[in-house]
């Protein structure tokens, strides 16, 4: 299973040749009150882990989910993963085992889908963040029947999906293999930015993924 280097904050940590989704324009939900606790997941076995842990570390699979549990010290970490999804649900614990923070992000580090749900240490919800909120005119369910409509595989390591706020406008960044090498021999990657107002395309261009190219030949 592939290990992701988790959050802390509600941003997600991109990598660096994304942008980094923006929080500007997303809606805040106001504090709740205390909400009746689902069972998935809802705190972190200390006893379960501290037993199987090598290196601070455990993985394991159940009911066709992969489970990736981590100690960093001042919390716990999980990543929760499924053979046919693209999408990855992380899960921060507080020392106690109570959630702290919740949210389900598209793999490689993509964009962060629907709801953040941060918590108190009692694991009673504190607050709620729309992530979806400025794609609303054209969603991830839009964006999901494009990329079939081009045959693009969700579940290519080198497909990548991320979102942010461009001049007040809501942008999608897709990335893709083409499975064509350049003349290097390096991957070609087809890039596309979507208007996430409109669902039209504002930007078409390729990049190269593997070996650098010698300086001799740039």
Known sequence: MKKYLFFIL???????????????????IPSTPIQPKD????????????????????????????????????????EVSEKNNPFILRINYYLNGNRKLKALSFHANGFTKGLVVEYNEKGNITKQTDYDAPYKDYPWEKVRVWMESKNIDLLDPLTRVWRDIDNDKPIWYIS????????????????????????????????SFGEEVPEKYR
């Open 10 to 28: 509600i941003i997600p940590v991109c990598i660096s040749c994304q942008k980094q989704e923006t929080s500007t324009p997303i809606k805040t």
């Open 39 to 78: 069972s998935l997941m809802e705190k972190f076995n200390i006893q379960e882990f501290k037993k199987h842990q090598k290196n601070n570390e455990w993985e394991y699979t159940k009911d066709n989910k992969d489970f990736f549990l981590r100690d960093v010290q001042d919390e716990y970490w999980m």
């Open 176 to 207: 893709w293999d083409t499975k064509k090498l350049d003349k290097y021999s390096n991957q070609i990657i087809q890039n596309v930015e979507i208007n996430g107002k409109t669902g039209e395309i504002s930007k078409e261009y390729t990049s």
